[in-house]
C-alpha cells in the first residue's frame, strides 16, 4: 500500500481512499498545507531532526522541508533548482546516483556535507525513488552518528 511523506512535516498518510493519487491535481498535506507529498513504496519513519530534500529527475531541488535549515544552514532559496550533490557537497553522491540510476533505495548512507557557513557536517542519507512519470528522489538527512 502506498504511503505518502510530506517532506515538510513528516507526517505519514497511507492512501487508504486513493484520495492522493487520484486525477492529476497537485496532492497537499493536510496536516501543514505543503504543495508536495513523496510517494513511498514501503513505510518509513523519519526521525525528529531529519530533514528532507525533493530532487527532479536531474537531482535538481524541487523542494526543501523543515528541518534542513538546522542541519545545513540552507534556507530553501539557497537551495532550490541546484544540484542536491553540489549545493550541499556531498562526499559520496553514489547512491544519490543509484537511486536515481536503478530506482532502489539507499537507507543509512554515511556521507559528509558542506554546511553553508563551510563547516564539514556528518550525516545520514535515506534516499527514495519517485515512482511518478517525472522521477526524481527523495534525500533524508539526518545529523551523523
Ligand atoms: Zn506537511
Redesign the pocket.
Given at each position: 500500500m502506498p504511503v505518502f511523506i510530506?517532506?515538510?512535516?513528516?507526517?505519514r498518510s497511507i492512501d487508504l481512499d486513493g484520495r492522493e493519487g487520484f486525477g492529476t491535481q497537485a496532492v497537499q498535506?493536510?496536516?501543514?498545507?505543503?504543495g508536495f507529498?513523496f510517494q513511498l513504496l514501503e513505510d518509513y519513519y523519519p526521525a525528529p531532526s531529519t530533514g528532507m530534500v525533493v530532487c527532479d529527475a536531474e537531482s535538481r531541488v524541487l523542494a526543501v522541508?523543515r528541518g534542513v535549515f538546522e542541519l545545513t544552514g540552507f534556507r530553501e532559496g539557497d537551495l532550490i533548482g541546484r544540484d542536491v550533490a553540489e549545493a550541499l557537497a556531498i562526499s559520496d553522491p553514489g547512491p544519490l546516483a543509484l537511486v536515481r540510476e536503478w530506482g532502489v533505495r539507499q537507507l543509512g548512507k554515511s556521507a559528509a556535507i558542506t554546511t553553508r557557513a563551510g563547516i564539514p557536517k556528518d550525516v545520514v542519507l535515506d534516499l527514495f525513488p519517485a515512482y511518478d512519470d517525472d522521477g526524481g528522489m527523495l534525500v533524508a538527512l539526518s545529523p551523523g552518528r
Open positions: 510530506c517532506p515538510n512535516c513528516k507526517e498535506c493536510r496536516s501543514c498545507a505543503f507529498l522541508g
